[in-house]
């Protein structure tokens, strides 16, 4: 159905699609009684009035398409309507003030809105420049905008839209189309802005700066507050329903007010997504951990009573190496403190040992602040780098959720793990009435000790096949062999005493034993008024490190090679340390006499030009005493020739004439 002209006309399809037959139809087209409005030619089928069908035919007509005029009317503009492409790519640009892009349905809404107002401009457009050819009447726009509003609920099912359907309203929004462009459909209700009370900078400033106070005030108390402003300047007061709206509005700018700057860098700042190290040794990372495990200690109180406690906890101190989470290294303590975490780090590099052969140092290590100014030298031994977190920065150790993890894994399955921390959700935690009942069952402190050692030993199992295989992506440069001497004056225990050298060495009481310890090198016995504190190893008491008082001087000792008196007890290698022995006192002994001797000639300078020296020298039999000295320094041919050249010379008195020799009395 469709309008030609001002004429409803029904096309010849539709008549013979069961109204009437096609020889009915040609047959009344023919007598007349059928006015037949447009001819069929290509593409466009022929049309008849339907106000010219017989009656019983149009009745049917009626019947078969009740919204005959509506269906008709829209079909100009249904034919018109193509989707604007601009349209769409302006709206899905479009960008609104706080930020945000229209929805996907927003943007086919407005879209469709366009396309519907460019097909009525074209309809307009078209009769006009039809009008003008054929010289017809101009068209009646009051009864187009009847037909174009009518015609928009039949539109709504192909292009869904927002347009008014007062023809009124519609040619008005028609007109604020062609003079605003694709943006007159853009909704000012997204900003609330026609009902918004806080609408200016200042206005939305003093709300911002009451919402950030570090009180954390609640919504109607912000309200109260800001209105007693908003009175005194005259502005709208707002409702606690509207502080809240502008709390999450601004909940960026007001979370570092209301929860600190360690919140927001936790919560609101960028984080940082890091990868895993790809092999062992590349970085370390420390910390310690209350273990999630109770157990009972009795103290006696000021009045003598035994009181046991159930609630006491130890702490664990943990190296771990973040490629596959290994804990190379750990120690248990009773809270965390400096010599704690040198027990931790002693304990890598020994593990270190265990699996590699040699004590390996760590290309970096990551720790806290906590104690770094006493740590660093220590740290500074164990790593090549050191990079501490930011304070207050958790997220950046991986070892706290490894924490979550152990005890998840090992601390939840004994009768006395304490649950998540106290200061976490209640409901996480275990019944605590349970606790309360199986509490005399609890370990002593030994007992926990066992336990942590046993979940470390079962960490450890389960991942150190992975972690040796790893080793083979550790490059060679990267592999950071531990000193021993390092080791020892970081690590080693001390026994409480220092020694002297002796003619054996140093002996040391360790573990309750005198030991005798040397060294091969010639300095360590130069220093023989130093007072010596022995380091060592409890695991290796082979070797030793004796560093004087202000840690300048540091020499590593060896356990002393005991030598059988019978020869019949010498066995392979005795003769061997025995040479050693006898080539070092050699080389001992020739240092001295090297020494001594540059000595003698340094100090044979001064004593001749020091008339204090001089004076220290005895005369042979003849009166001299430099001629003997000069002997023993000059060769036999030498001394020979002096004493040829050597002539009496009579004394005359100085400034007297040579031939009167007897004149003396100038003196």
């Not at 504190?533 to 002393?560: C, I, Q, S, W």
């Not at 040479?579 to 080389?587: C, G, I, L, M, Y």
Request: glycine letters at 4%; hydrophobic letters at 35%.
């Amino acid at each position: 159905m469709e309008y030609y002209g001002n004429t409803l006309c029904i096309s010849h399809a539709e008549l013979t699609a069961g109204i009437m037959s096609k020889s009915n139809l040609n047959y009344y087209v023919r007598e007349g009684k059928i006015k037949q409005v447009q001819r069929a030619c290509y593409g466009t089928p022929a049309l008849f009035a339907v106000e010219s069908l017989p009656l019983k035919y149009r009745t049917e007509v009626y019947r078969r398409n009740p919204d005959l005029q509506e269906k008709a009317d829209s079909k100009p503009f249904m034919d018109t309507i193509t989707p604007d492409g601009q349209a769409m790519r302006f709206y899905e640009a479009y960008v609104l003030p706080d930020g945000r892009h229209l929805s996907p349905e927003k943007q086919a809404e407005y879209s469709n809105n366009c396309a519907i107002m460019n097909a009525f401009r074209q309809c307009i457009e078209t009769s006009n420049s039809h009008r003008m050819r054929q010289s017809k009447p101009r068209v009646n726009k009051t009864e187009f905008w009847r037909k174009a509003a009518a015609a928009l609920p039949r539109l709504t099912d192909r292009f869904p839209h927002s347009l008014p359907e007062s023809d009124r309203r519609l040619q008005r929004k028609f007109n604020e189309y062609l003079h605003e462009g694709y943006a007159c459909f853009i909704s000012k209700k997204f900003q609330n802005i026609n009902a918004a009370k806080v609408d200016d900078e200042d206005k939305e400033s003093v709300l911002t700066v009451i919402l950030a106070h570090h009180n954390n005030l609640d919504d109607v108390t912000i309200a109260g507050y800001y209105n007693r402003e908003a009175r005194k300047n005259g502005w709208k007061e707002i409702t606690p329903s509207a502080v809240g709206v502008w709390r999450k509005k601004k909940d960026l700018i007001i979370s570092v007010g209301r929860r600190g700057l360690t919140n927001f860098r936790n919560e609101k700042s960028m984080q940082v997504k890091r990868s895993r190290p790809t092999a062992p040794f590349l970085m370390w990372t420390l910390d310690g951990w209350d273990v999630e495990l109770l157990y009972q200690k009795t103290k006696t109180n000021s009045k003598g009573h035994n009181v046991a406690n159930y609630d006491n906890r130890l702490t664990l101190e943990v190296v771990l190496d973040p490629c596959i989470n290994y804990p190379i290294g750990y120690a248990i303590g009773t809270h965390e403190t400096p010599d704690l975490i040198a027990e931790a780090l002693r304990n890598a590099a020994k593990h270190s040992e265990e699996l590699f052969g040699v004590m390996l140092r760590a290309n970096q290590i990551q720790c806290d602040h906590y104690a770094i100014k006493a740590m660093t030298p220590v740290y500074g031994v164990m790593g090549k780098l050191l990079t501490p977190a930011r304070v207050k920065n958790a997220k950046s150790k991986v070892i706290e959720p490894y924490f979550d993890y152990l005890n998840e894994t090992y601390c939840n399955k004994w009768n006395n793990w304490s649950g998540y921390g106290v200061t976490t959700n209640p409901k996480r935690q275990p019944n605590a009435e349970a606790l309360n009942r199986l509490r005399h069952s609890f370990p002593d402190e030994a007992g926990v000790r066992r336990q942590i050692e046993e979940m470390i030993q079962a960490e450890r199992a389960l991942k150190i096949a992975q972690f040796r295989a790893l080793m083979e992506n550790l490059p060679t440069e990267r592999r950071l062999p531990l000193n021993r001497e390092a080791y020892l004056y970081s690590f080693g225990a001390a026994t409480g005493f220092k020694n002297a050298i002796e003619g054996s060495g140093l002996r040391p009481t360790l573990l309750g034993m005198k030991r005798d310890y040397d060294c091969f090198d010639i300095r360590f016995r130069e220093h023989t008024g130093t007072r010596w504190t022995v380091k060592y190893d409890p695991d290796n008491l082979h070797e030793v490190l004796a560093v004087n008082e202000d840690g300048t001087l540091r020499f590593m000792l060896t356990e002393k090679y005991v030598q059988p008196m019978a020869l019949a007890d010498r066995k392979t290698g005795d003769a061997a340390e025995l040479q050693k022995v006898f080539d070092f006192n050699e080389r001992l002994e020739g240092y001295v006499l090297e020494n001594l001797n540059a000595a003698y000639e340094k100090a044979d300078t001064y004593m001749r030009e020091d008339n204090t020296l001089n004076r220290l020298l005895l005369c042979d039999s003849r009166g001299q005493h430099k001629l003997p000295k000069a002997q023993k320094r000059l060769k036999a041919v030498d001394v020979e020739a002096i004493e040829v050249k050597t002539v009496e010379v009579p004394i005359i008195p100085q400034g007297a004439p040579s031939t009167d020799k007897d004149d003396y009395s100038i003196f």
